[in-house]
């Protein structure tokens, strides 16, 4: 799988968009880019997911680069509870039975959302 | 809520003892994965169980293991413990054996003295 760098530490203002960059230039044409979140020890949580094109749910908004080497995480009005370390994995989407399909988490980064 | 169980939430042990964690996947997956997280080593995948069966290995210790059962629910054994052994355990599942959407559980902490 691809690595990814993410900066260490991000702040937000309260009802801000919160913006989490991501590179991950050794990216292959069948790798997608993951985002999770963990919340001070808690399990981590799904965010989002993308292969090329942007995304968007409930929670939050990808933008993947057009040449793919590039992402940002949006989280568009910050609350307080969005402060957590963010995690951005490249892997293997997999649509056969071999290989593994584990996530291999990084180091993140932490977003301080502050009031 | 994730959907996913563990249990205990908190377990201490002395060293050398050993302890078996238990997780209950979401209703309908039958991919299971267990993952370590320690102060110094983040967070890292252990193994991954399919419908029962072994599916992937990470830095698992060969005195750790584990299994799935018919009911889906998995066991993590973790013998001779080590201080070292001291961290997070989290079991996340999903529904599809390549799932990269997995569900968390809230973890095992446990505490080895």
């Known amino acids: 799988d691809a690595k990814t760098t993410q900066p260490p530490s991000m702040d937000c203002a309260e009802g801000r968009a919160a913006n989490l960059p991501c590179n991950h230039s050794?990216?292959?044409?069948?790798?997608?880019v993951y985002w999770y979140r963990q919340i001070h020890s808690q399990g981590p949580q799904y965010i989002i997911h993308?292969?090329?094109n942007n995304e968007t749910n409930e929670m939050a908004s990808l933008i993947i680069t057009e040449d793919r080497k590039s992402s940002t995480l949006i989280l568009p009005h910050a609350t307080l509870r969005d402060t957590a370390v963010y995690y951005c994995?490249?892997?293997?989407?997999?649509?056969?039975?071999?290989?593994?399909?584990?996530?291999?988490f990084g180091k993140g980064t932490k977003l301080s959302v502050i009031p | 809520d994730s959907g996913v169980t563990q249990t205990p939430k908190h377990l201490i042990t002395a060293t050398g003892q050993r302890v078996t964690l238990r997780c209950s996947p979401r209703s309908g997956d039958l991919s299971v994965y267990w993952y370590q997280q320690s102060l110094d080593q983040g967070l890292q995948f252990l193994i991954q169980?399919?419908?029962?069966?072994?599916?992937a290995k990470g830095n698992i210790l060969e005195r750790f293991s584990a299994q799935q059962f018919p009911d889906l629910h998995s066991e993590l054994n973790l013998s001779s413990l080590e201080l070292g052994d001291s961290a997070l355990y989290f079991c996340a599942s999903s529904v599809l054996q390549t799932g990269g959407e997995q569900f968390f559980g809230p973890g095992t902490r446990l505490t080895v003295l």
């Open positions: 050794t990216i292959s044409g069948n790798e997608y």
């Open positions: 994995i490249v892997r293997v989407k997999g649509d056969s039975g071999a290989g593994s399909y584990q996530l291999t």
């Open positions: 169980y399919y419908n029962g069966e072994e599916r």
């Open positions: 993308g292969l090329k």
